[in-house]
């Protein structure tokens, strides 16, 4: 059963071409919103779970959304599965293994992420022809609008 407030948001990850190594595309979902996302691509670790601690996106699976708010990225969420070597911020006796930070901000292309997951209004092409996504502040507030800012949230990749 769903608590109060709760949100449930699905993040499901195009299948990445294999030439694209550069990021990976996807649509992230929450109540009749559909916004496009972009990350890093995927990147194994031979030490983690999580994946290549900066480089990578995060793996495959269920993860909490507890509130994040610094300079730099203000009321965003970071994604937390301990399971998964996710977790919020280093702290004493988590291995270094474990990646931390890994957040939902705005940016417009993956080379401007470290493990994170920035939405869009939708994808596109930048000068180069590098894939990015578009308007990715506002999609960012579309988002802040319809989840509270609370640490009861669920992110579900696929």
């Not at 990225?73 to 937390?80: E, G, I, S």
């Not at 994808?123 to 989840?147: H, Y």
Request: charged residues 20%; neutral net charge.
């Amino acid at each position: 059963e769903e608590a109060e407030g709760e949100v449930k948001l699905y993040l499901r990850r195009q299948q990445s071409v294999p030439a694209r190594t550069d990021c990976t595309l996807g649509f992230l979902f929450i109540e009749g919103l559909q916004l496009a996302t972009i990350e890093r691509p995927w990147i194994p670790s031979p030490v983690s779970k999580g994946g290549a601690k900066g480089v990578s996106c995060v793996p495959v699976g269920t993860y909490k959304l507890v509130r994040h708010n610094t300079e730099a990225h203000p009321m965003t969420w970071a994604l937390v599965n301990e399971d998964l070597d996710v977790a919020h911020l280093p702290r004493s006796g988590l291995p270094s293994t474990v990646r931390t930070a890994v957040l939902i901000h705005p940016a417009n292309y993956a080379h401007e992420l470290r493990g994170c997951i920035a939405p869009g209004l939708r994808s596109g092409r930048g000068a180069e022809g590098q894939p990015m996504v578009l308007e990715s502040r506002k999609a960012m507030r579309q988002l802040q609008e319809l989840v509270p800012w609370t640490d009861d949230h669920i992110l579900e990749v696929s």
